[in-house]
């Protein structure tokens, strides 16, 4: 292996990846010539929860291999958020001290490149960067006594068999520049084991010889390739989460539009918090990806058609708040005037006898003492200007205005102008009390 350029004091680090299923394990027993790792079968439909390391020397090379996480036939790294596949793949990493010359891309030949093995790569460019596959990426195409059954009597190489492929399988080996090997993993002759293991070494050299190893460095510069994974997979929790609030929202507001009753607008102040609280979430859910624009579309429209609900509520309150205040000014006033004119009516009325009870007094003295027409005029009118002064300031003007009461002192003043005067010899004659 020196004279492929790898040197027996550096070492290979070699990191296995792909779905549950593909040979992953046996794959890696092959290289290392050793069954240390545990195959297990695609129907499990699970999440390979363990990963592991060994290291074997291989003409006297240490090779360590370390099996990373294998995705089962569901969409498991969904309903698990995605942080068990980049947990556990950071652990892989640390089981080879974060340093890798080759990932090894696990493949099972006969099997159609489905969404499931589309999304296995993409998955895997998201969490150790999206130039992974095509820097250090190796293709190890397995089930490799399937395909000589296949093409035997054809006598189609591997190479060849890669080279009539189309999309993206094809894709995926150009994107790797063809470093693609077919492994046997069950085969039991030392020749066939020996030669594909030479032929991945010779791969791993050309990669080594052409650039540095895959580092932690390398890793980290891929956080935002995990980030956009981590969100992706809890898009169906953000969605859930997002249609329930809304169809909340919506819900309500089409109950106060439909019921058009402001007290249904006292929780809406409630709704719009929890709404701002979701929001506020979501965004930071996002991690800046822009996967959560289309939810916060949605909270958007919400958000405006409830605050034009509060707006119109709060209007409309206001108008209610000003008409009912109008309405209890207006009513206080007609009671008060309502009040009033009964207070002047009966004052009216009780100053109109008054007034009527001094008219008849003067009436009674005039006739019956004879004597007294000299003076009574003028005392009378003293007295009666007098008395009407001490009215004006105590009583309303209302009562001073009542037509009974000003008819009444007209006529006690018309009387005492008619009282004719004795100086001037034109004394009316007293009538004479007939015996």
């Known amino acids: 292996m020196e004279d492929g350029g790898i040197k027996a004091d550096e070492g290979i680090k070699l990191l296995l990846l792909g779905r549950t299923g593909n040979g992953k394990s046996s794959t890696g027993n092959s290289i ?32 360590t291999v370390a099996e990373g996480p294998g995705l089962g036939d569901t969409d498991v790294d969904v309903t698990d958020n995605g942080q068990s596949m980049i947990g556990l793949s950071e652990k892989a990493m640390s089981l080879i001290s974060y340093k890798c010359h080759a990932l090894l891309v696990v493949l099972k030949y006969g099997v159609r490149f489905t969404n499931q093995e589309k999304e296995a790569v993409r998955m895997i460019k998201a969490i150790f960067g999206e130039d992974v596959i095509k820097n250090y990426g190796i293709i190890v195409m397995t089930h490799g006594d399937s395909f000589k059954l296949d093409m035997e009597s054809d006598g189609v190489t591997f190479e060849e068999w890669c080279d009539e492929q189309t999309g993206e ?16 993993n069950r085969s039991k002759a030392t020749e066939q084991v020996e030669k594909q293991k030479e032929q991945l070494l010779n791969l791993v050299s050309g990669i080594k010889k052409s650039r540095p190893l895959y580092s932690n460095e390398d890793y980290l510069k891929a956080d935002a390739g995990r ?3 981590l969100v992706y997979s809890k898009l169906p929790e953000l969605d859930s989460k997002t249609e329930f609030i809304v169809s909340k929202i919506n819900q309500h507001l089409d109950d106060v539009k439909k019921q058009q009753k402001t007290e249904n607008t006292d929780v809406l102040p409630k709704l719009c918090n929890e709404l701002q609280e ?16 289309h939810l916060l579309v949605q909270i958007a429209i919400a958000e405006h058609r409830l605050k034009s609900t509060m707006d119109i ?35 009216s009325l009780a100053f109109y006898t008054h007034w009527a009870l001094i008219y008849f007094l ?24 007098i008395y009407k002064v001490l009215c004006c300031f105590v009583l309303p003007r209302k ?34 009390h007939n015996k």
């Open 32 to 63: 290392l010539g050793m069954k240390v790792f545990t195959p297990q079968s695609s129907t499990s439909s699970v999440v390979t929860y363990h990963v592991k390391a060994e290291t074997a020397s291989i003409e006297g090379v240490p090779v």
């Open 169 to 184: 399988i094809r894709a995926l080996f150009d994107e790797c520049d063809k470093r693609y090997v077919l492994f046997d």
């Open 227 to 229: 980030r956009f994974l």
């Open 278 to 293: 979701h929001k506020s979430w979501l965004e930071a859910e996002d991690k800046d990806t822009g996967l959560t624009k």
């Open 313 to 347: 509520a709060r209007k409309t309150q206001e108008l209610e708040t000003e008409r009912s205040l109008q309405m209890e000014g207006t009513f206080k006033a007609t009671t008060l005037e309502a009040r009033e004119d009964k207070q002047t009516g009966f004052l």
């Open 362 to 385: 003067i009436n009674t003295i005039l006739h019956i003492t004879p004597g007294c027409i000299k003076l009574v005029p003028i005392i009378m009118d003293k007295l009666l200007g």
């Open 399 to 432: 009562v001073m205005q009542d037509k009974r009461v000003v008819d009444v002192i007209k006529a006690i003043e018309t009387k005492l102008a008619q009282t004719p005067d004795p100086s001037n010899g034109t004394e009316e004659s007293v009538p004479k």
